[in-house]
């Protein structure tokens, strides 16, 4: 509705209702007063609620707590897998220790092997240092210290102390390098001697034939072994080399000689 008495033309024109003719001409053309449709009066439409902000923090899932049979099925199964892996970590190292075993097989059946009687060499040496006395250490009138030498430079092979094969086969018992002074080219009391692992001195045997039967006195006699038995005889042999040493004259030299009877038959005397 428009009430003119509390307004004036101006600000009845403003609120856009028409001017009555009873009120006198008027100064302002306004436009007409239109009033809304009633559809328009109904209540005004709600805003939307505001979006619910985000959370700092995301929600825990929600289900249910597992349950102790769950638990222990879970466990169960952990044990299960660790017991497979054991398993084939063991099979594994089987497996490893098999293939060792082989290849150490098959090199014990390819290569050659040591056929000496690991001791042999150790037990002559001992008893010869016993017999380095009196006399028999007489003997050594060139070498400086005999029981040294025995020590360091008495020792076992398959190859002589040139590197080269023993010749003879296993009829040589070993065999002495001399050394020679440089300047001279005279022989000194030094050198080295290695015992032939292949030979009679360890194996016992000759071309197959066990020495023990070739010792007949014939053969004792051709040798100069007298009746030693074969652990004095393996103790001669240890002084025999030592002499070779020694003897810097060259006068008990084995060149050219099928035995050495003369230098075995001194060391009988002087150390048996």
């Not at 003719?21 to 805003?47: F, Q, T």
């Not at 063991?90 to 000496?116: G, M, V």
């Not at 002559?124 to 028999?136: W, Y």
């Not at 051709?222 to 030592?242: A, P, S, T, Y």
Request: glycine share 8%; hydrophobic share 35%.
């Amino acid at each position: 509705m428009c009430f003119l008495g509390l307004f004036s033309r101006e600000t009845w024109a403003r609120g856009g209702c028409p001017w009555p003719p009873w009120a006198g001409p008027r100064h302002v053309e306004v436009a007409p007063c239109r009033l809304p449709p009633p559809a328009a009066w109904s209540a005004p439409a709600r805003r939307p609620p505001p979006k619910a902000r985000p959370a700092s923090r995301p929600a825990r899932a929600t289900g249910p707590t597992p349950s102790y049979p769950k638990t222990r099925v879970r466990g169960s199964r952990l044990f299960e897998a660790a017991f497979i892996l054991a398993i084939v970590e063991l099979t594994r190292r089987l497996h490893q220790a098999c293939e060792q075993a082989y290849d150490q097989q098959a090199a014990d059946w390819l290569l050659p092997q040591n056929s000496a009687t690991p001791g042999i060499l150790d037990t002559a040496k001992a008893g010869a240092e016993k017999r380095l006395t009196g006399d028999c250490l007489k003997l050594f009138d060139k070498l400086a210290d005999p029981k040294a030498y025995l020590k360091n430079h008495v020792t076992q092979g398959v190859v002589d102390a040139k590197g080269e094969p023993f010749q003879g086969g296993d009829a040589t018992a070993a065999t002495t390098r001399i050394y020679a002074d440089p300047n001279t080219g005279q022989r000194v009391a030094l050198g080295q001697t290695v015992f032939n692992e292949n030979s009679w001195f360890f194996t016992g045997k000759q071309g197959g034939t066990d020495v023990e039967k070739l010792l007949t006195p014939e053969y004792r006699e051709k040798n100069g072994f007298g009746n030693l038995n074969m652990d004095q005889i393996r103790e001669l042999m240890v002084i025999h080399e030592m002499m070779h040493v020694n003897d810097t004259a060259g006068t008990y030299d084995d060149k050219g000689k099928p035995t050495n009877k003369i230098l075995n038959d001194l060391i009988r005397a002087k150390c048996f």
